[in-house]
């Protein structure tokens, strides 16, 4: 017996007047990725494409994981173009009910933060009527498709900074933000409520990993967000990011004190399950780069095994900028 499809389309206006019919079908998701994306001839676009709808999931208050559903473009448009972007996240939701349309779709609109919910724009500078066009002057935000408030209210985000070392020149502080909405209901899992659309499977599992340790050891945390994670750089390796996206979700989640400026953490835990902070590699340049770099109302994290290493006079130099150093080897209220 075949499981039922279903099926719904939505179209948008390209640059050279043509249309673009994205079309998005619903199955049982059978251990297959819960959003799959075509576009002919271009794989970046449809990853751009994935992207999109996973980060626009985001904004909804109920998440339901046991359908996949597949979008594909009928054609080849512009790379540069984003004008598709709305049509993509409304076919998405009209196929899984999400949104009711009374008509045939066409619409146009982009964001650079469909998490929260916002529409930045559009290209379509003439808009015929019965197009739905987004950005200001039109459809501000998703949640005004339904009457509701802007999604923004609903969303909390913070960032904490971790040092990027490579040996080189272009050693910085990088960023990872955690953007988090209340999940009406509680999951029994809350993995595939998180999304990391900036990185690779892997790494995608590596910081789901350590969120659901990290929550787990906080006792609240578990199956009650979506959960989006971004990070300002994606090019580098290892671990050592990890007490910067812990502080990124606890203070996203109203578990941390707040610091005057940026919370800027290196370390690892091979059990975040126990709230430990273990130690990572580079500790002299790591700490070179923070003196370079930190400023008043930083607060400073490192792990506790640093603490006996530290270069002469770190903590002095730090308080005489305005900053404040920590060596923790727990989790917790910091």
Not at 36 to 60: D, N
Not at 105 to 114: E, I, K, T, Y
Not at 155 to 167: D, I, K, V, Y
Not at 233 to 252: C, H, K, N, P, Q
């Amino acid at each position: 017996m075949t499981a039922p499809v279903f099926e719904a389309s939505c179209r948008s206006i390209l640059p050279d007047g043509s249309m673009l019919t994205i079309t998005a079908t619903r199955r049982p998701r059978a251990g297959r990725a819960d959003v799959k994306c075509s576009v002919p001839g271009v794989p970046a676009q449809a990853e751009r494409m994935q992207q999109v709808v996973r980060l626009a999931r985001h904004t909804e208050p109920r998440y339901d994981s046991r359908d996949q559903v597949v979008l594909s473009a009928d054609r080849v448009f512009d790379p540069a173009t984003r004008d598709w972007e709305l049509a993509a996240v409304l076919a998405d939701r009209i196929v899984r009910g999400v949104f009711q349309a009374a008509r045939p779709v066409v619409a146009n609109g982009w964001s650079d933060a469909w998490h929260l919910g916002r529409i930045d724009g559009r290209a379509l500078i003439n808009v015929p009527d019965g197009v739905l066009a987004g950005g200001p002057g039109a459809l501000p935000h998703l949640g005004a498709l339904t009457g509701q408030p802007d999604p923004v209210a609903a969303t909390a985000s913070a960032r904490a900074w971790f040092p990027l070392h490579s040996g080189g020149e272009h050693d910085d502080l990088g960023w990872v933000e955690v953007t988090v909405r209340p999940l009406v209901g509680a999951m029994d899992t809350d993995d595939d409520a998180i999304s990391v659309p900036d990185l690779d499977t892997l790494r995608q599992g590596q910081v789901r990993s350590v969120l659901a340790g990290a929550r787990h050891f906080d006792g609240r945390g578990q199956g009650q967000w979506k959960t989006t994670v971004r990070f300002g750089e994606t090019g580098f390796s290892g671990d050592s990011y990890g007490l910067a996206l812990v502080m990124a979700d606890r203070i996203a989640r109203g578990r941390e004190f707040m610091a005057r400026g940026r919370v800027i953490a290196t370390g690892t835990s091979s059990a975040w399950h126990a709230g430990k902070v273990e130690t990572v590699d580079a500790l002299a340049p790591k700490c070179a780069l923070i003196l370079r770099e930190a400023g008043p109302g930083d607060r400073i994290l490192l792990p506790k095994a640093w603490e006996s290493a530290l270069p002469q006079g770190m903590r002095e130099a730090l308080r005489a900028r305005g900053a404040s150093l920590a060596c923790v080897e727990r989790i917790g209220i910091i």
